[in-house]
Structure formats: C-alpha cells, structure tokens
C-alpha cells in the first residue's frame, strides 16, 4: 500500500496569527497617519501575495506566479511610498524595518517550496524588534506601547515556530487547530503577563522613556523569549 506524503508547510492558523500579530506591533508603532496608510497598503499586497502561493500549491502555477508577482510589486510600491513620505530619519527607522519584517514573515510562512523558512522568519522578527528599540530610542510611543510591542514581536516569533515544526511532523492533511489553538493561547497569556508584570514594576503613567525602562524592556522581552522556548 502506498502512503502519500503529507503537505509539509507551515499550518495555516499558526502562520495567520503570526503574521497578523507582528503587523499589529507595527501598526501601534506607525508614528503618523502616511505610515498607517503604507500598512494597511502593504497588507493587503501580503494578502495578495499569498493568495497567489494558494494559486500555485493548488496546481495554478502561472495565474499564482503571477498574482505572487503583483502582490510583490505593489508591496515595493508601498514601501516606496512610507519611504519617500516620511522626510524625518527617526519615523523611517521605526516604520521601515518592521514593514520589510513583515514580508520576510508572510515569505518564511507561505513558501513557495519547502516547508517554511526558519532564516526568513527570524529575518522578519528581526525586522520588527528594529522597529520596537527605534521606537524606544526615539520615544515615539509611550512603555506601555513599547512593552505590548516587543511581547508582540516575541509572540509572532514563537507562533511562527509552532506553525513550521507542527507543519514539518504532522503535515497540512492533519487536524491541528485545537493543538495551534492552546498553544496560541498560552503564548499570547505569557505575552499578558510580562506585559503586565513590565508595566506594574515600571511605574505606569510615566510617557518618557529613561534607560532603566528601557532596559527593563529589553530584559522582559529576553525573559519572555526563555519563557516560550525553554
């Protein structure tokens, strides 16, 4: 008897939440409303580029290469636009990076081959975390909205693990929800809480960012990366 070969990509639930999550930290991080505007361009291009990765695992492969390739091309146009709007450095550091984080993510966790990249995923965290500490630098946003940011950007990290190891041992024809569902659940309560526990120890209330917080925040976010993957 012959056993077919499960899909291994990375599963569906897991990879949207990642995606979505890390795009709310840098929509919460966008410092006026041309930065929220590039955002909201840029995913629905992501939309449209994986909707062409759908096209192509499902056997349409010209119509998905090239629907891949628009969503691609209007992502460049979106990014130019947040680029050549925002004349000050500082907003360009903390609305830049994260955008481009979110391609390498939707890319990391929608392949084309493959069963996912680890390297674009860590690329595309990468890319948001760049945005959180150019935030805190900048103090363009509040600590509250730092730290909801940078346990954010750890949450879609971990998520995007999930998505790609259940993806590589179990497949895409097996039921899983309820496994990415807990899962997502307790990553997203220990994101609460060190938020929570940031937010108590720091003295809320406070709208600058003096290094001590922000070196809180640095540790709570390493903390909460040993949490999710001890």
Known sequence: MTVADPVKRPTALSATASVLIAAVAVWLLAPNETAELALLGQLVTLGVLVGGLVLFHRDRRLLGVAVSVVGVGAWVVALAFAATTTADLGQMLVTLPGMAGLLALALGLAPLRGSGSRGLLKLGTAGVTLSVLAAGLFMSVSLRTLLICGAATIVAW?????????????????????????????????????????????????????????????????????????
Request: glycine share 20%.
């Open 158 to 230: 971990d998520l995007g693990e999930h998505a790609v190891n259940v993806g590589e041992q179990l497949g895409r024809h097996v039921e899983t929800r309820r496994l990415e569902a807990a899962h997502g659940a307790g990553s997203v309560l220990v994101g609460g809480v060190a938020v929570g526990a940031g937010t108590v120890i720091s003295g809320v209330g406070s709208s600058g960012l003096p290094l001590p917080a922000l070196a809180l925040l640095l540790a709570s976010v390493l903390l909460l990366a040993g949490a999710l993957h001890g």
